[in-house]
């Protein structure tokens, strides 16, 4: 938690691409709003508005798919992930197609649209979604657990049988400084024995190895990685994203373990249904950190790490 108070845009700014599952192209408008909105997607085609809430999530199998009244929006986790990873929670997302572009696999692209649009303080206080009691989900040897925490805190685990993957495990206290610097940049990933499957279901037809991390047995078949780690960080960007459907930010420390987008989202559907196990509560803000608007910090002020 950084921020206390509710951010959008400054500017509106545009993005065109193409969809990894589709290949079509897709053009992507993020305004500004006056109140606070929450992230919504604004269907162009069709007029149809589709906030960014769990109870939309439709499919779940590669990407995550939001829908409402027969309008199907997919791969929205990445623009989520940058947005709530940046903390700005509130905007309108206007999409002329039915998948978002994947640009380069990671939301960096997103991330330097969102820092060229600037952001600005709408009237209100940032309310967050605060832990009280550990939640759970768990489906064979997957789980995911979301437990009280002073901030966000992630702690991700993947283990493929895989060579060029196997486990991983990776934990951080998210601000917007760390998500720009250690999960913006993770590319989703793919193994090469995979392709073939996904290619015959219509999928990953926009897949390449520039907007993907493809992993054979030796290795990547990419030039380089972007992090020695980068599949697990990639993980946490796509979980940062499909929190976002809680539709506020969550202060807990959220564990997962061998999970993915369907899980992310079932214990985002549990949190909702419990109410006994969270509260809304407040940001505070960590003086002396920031430079707040009524408490002014001075520069020399050593911050903490
Ligand atoms: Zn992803």
């Known amino acids: 938690m950084s921020t206390r108070y509710l951010q959008t845009l400054r500017h509106p700014v545009t993005v065109e691409g193409r969809g990894l599952h589709s290949n079509l192209p897709c053009r992507v408008t993020l305004r500004p709003v006056e109140q606070a909105t929450g992230l919504q997607f604004l269907h162009t085609p069709t007029g149809t508005l589709i906030p960014a809430k769990a109870e939309l999530v439709s499919d779940l199998s590669l990407a995550t798919t939001l829908s409402r009244d027969g309008v199907k929006l997919s791969t929205v986790e990445h623009l989520l992930s940058a947005l709530a990873g940046l903390e ?22 997103w991330v330097q649209a969102l820092t060229e649009a600037g952001t600005r303080i709408i009237p209100g206080p940032r309310r967050v979604i605060r832990i009280l009691r550990p939640v759970e989900v768990r489906q064979g040897g997957k789980w995911m657990k979301v437990s009280p925490y002073p901030g966000l805190r992630l702690r991700y685990t993947i283990d493929f049988d895989h060579p060029a993957i196997g486990r991983q495990t990776r934990e951080l206290t998210l601000t917007p400084e760390k998500f720009r610097r250690e999960l913006g940049s993770a590319r989703t990933f793919c193994m090469d024995r995979d392709i073939e499957f996904m290619r015959s279901k219509g999928l990953a037809l926009g897949g390449s190895l520039d907007n993907a991390v493809v992993f054979s047995a030796e290795g990547p078949l990419n030039e380089s990685l972007r992090f020695e780690d980068e599949a697990v960080r990639h993980k946490m960007l796509d979980l940062v994203g499909d929190l976002a459907t809680l539709g506020a930010p969550l202060m807990g420390l959220v564990e997962a373990h061998a999970a993915g987008h369907a899980m992310h989202i079932a214990l985002v559907k549990a949190i909702l249904a419990d109410p006994t196990a969270w509260t809304w509560a407040d940001v505070e803000e960590k003086a002396p950190a920031h430079r707040g608007f009524h408490h002014p910090v001075p520069a020399a002020h050593p911050l903490p790490a």
């Not at 700005?88 to 692209?109: F, K, W």
């Open 88 to 109: 700005i929670e509130h905007a309108i997302i206007e999409v002329d197609g039915a998948e978002l572009p994947i640009l380069d696999g990671s939301a960096a692209p």
